[in-house]
Nanobody, 119 residues
Framework: VQLQASGGGPVQAGGSLRLSCAAS????????MGWFRQALGKEREFVSV????????YYADFVKGRFTISRDNAKNTVYLEMNSLKPEDTAVYYC?????????????WGQGTQVTVSS
C-alpha cells in the first residue's frame, strides 16, 4: 500500500484545514487508517485512527473535539478535518495504514504534509 498525503499548508490560529490521503493498492478497505504528526524537534505522536469500516475512531486527547477523521473506501481516501487550529498543531502530518486498529506501530506510512499554524 502506498499513501500520498496532501492538503497541508499555512493557516492562521482558529482556522481549518482538511488533509487527504490517497491510497493505492487493493488492501485499503481492509486497513485501519490513521494520522500521526511530528513537530520540529519533537517525537512523532499519534493523532487519530479509523477502523476499516469507518465505524470506530479514536483521537489523541489534544485533538478531541477539534479534529475529525473519516474515510471513503470507494475512493481509497482517508481525511482529517482539522478545526480550531492552534500554533502547537504545527507539524508534519503523516498518513498511515495499519493491519490492526491501534494507536501505535502502524504498518504503512506516507511521506507527510506540512501544517503550519500562525498566531
Amino acid at each position: 500500500v502506498q499513501l500520498q498525503a496532501s492538503g497541508g499548508g499555512p493557516v492562521q490560529a482558529g482556522g481549518s484545514l482538511r488533509l487527504s490521503c490517497a491510497a493505492s493498492g487493493r488492501a485499503f478497505s481492509r486497513l485501519a487508517m490513521g494520522w500521526f504528526r511530528q513537530a520540529l524537534g519533537k517525537e512523532r505522536e499519534f493523532v487519530s485512527v479509523i477502523s476499516w469500516s469507518g465505524s470506530s475512531t479514536y483521537y489523541a486527547d489534544f485533538v478531541k473535539g477539534r479534529f475529525t477523521i473519516s474515510r471513503d473506501n470507494a475512493k481509497n481516501t482517508v481525511y482529517l478535518e482539522m478545526n480550531s487550529l492552534k500554533p502547537e498543531d504545527t507539524a508534519v502530518y503523516y498518513c498511515t495504514g495499519s493491519n490492526v486498529f491501534r494507536t501505535r506501530d502502524h504498518d504503512y506510512w506516507g511521506q507527510g504534509t506540512q501544517v503550519t499554524v500562525s498566531s
